[in-house]
């Protein structure tokens, strides 16, 4: 599976992004799919996980409200909508997608494939 991640940028606080994660040579919803993001001089640190189906998703704390996972599988992409973003937001994202065991969603070690990734910037 080859993941393309999309839709980073420069934001003010408190705006919004939705990144994009594409993937193509396999179906994507054999997976479940992931967001981690890494700042400058910090470890990559899981952010949202979706299952296969999308009946379930799971966020670190730090976003909980304010970040929404989703998929389309007609379009075998999934997407990080992010509303009321904060400066400690700023980090690459990366994509990824398991074929693990769910209860594994915020191991790095839990996924096959990972996306280039895209910065995400937001200024005070």
């Known amino acids: 599976v080859q993941l393309q991640a999309s839709g980073g940028g420069l934001v003010q606080a408190g705006g919004s992004l939705r990144l994009s994660c594409a993937a193509s040579?396999?179906?994507?919803?054999?997976?479940?799919g992931g967001w981690f993001r890494q700042a400058p001089g910090k470890e990559r640190e899981f952010v949202a996980a979706?299952?296969?189906?999308?009946?379930?998703?799971y966020y670190t704390d730090s976003v909980k409200g304010r970040f929404t996972i989703s998929r389309d599988s007609a379009k075998n992409t999934v997407y990080l909508q992010m509303n009321s973003l904060k400066p400690e937001d700023t980090a690459v994202y990366y994509c990824a997608a398991a074929s693990k065991d769910w209860g594994r969603k915020v191991q790095l070690s839990a996924y096959d494939y990972w996306g280039q990734g895209t910065q995400v910037t937001v200024s005070s």
């Open positions: 040579g396999r179906t994507f919803s054999s997976y479940h």
């Open positions: 979706i299952s296969r189906s999308g009946s379930s998703t």
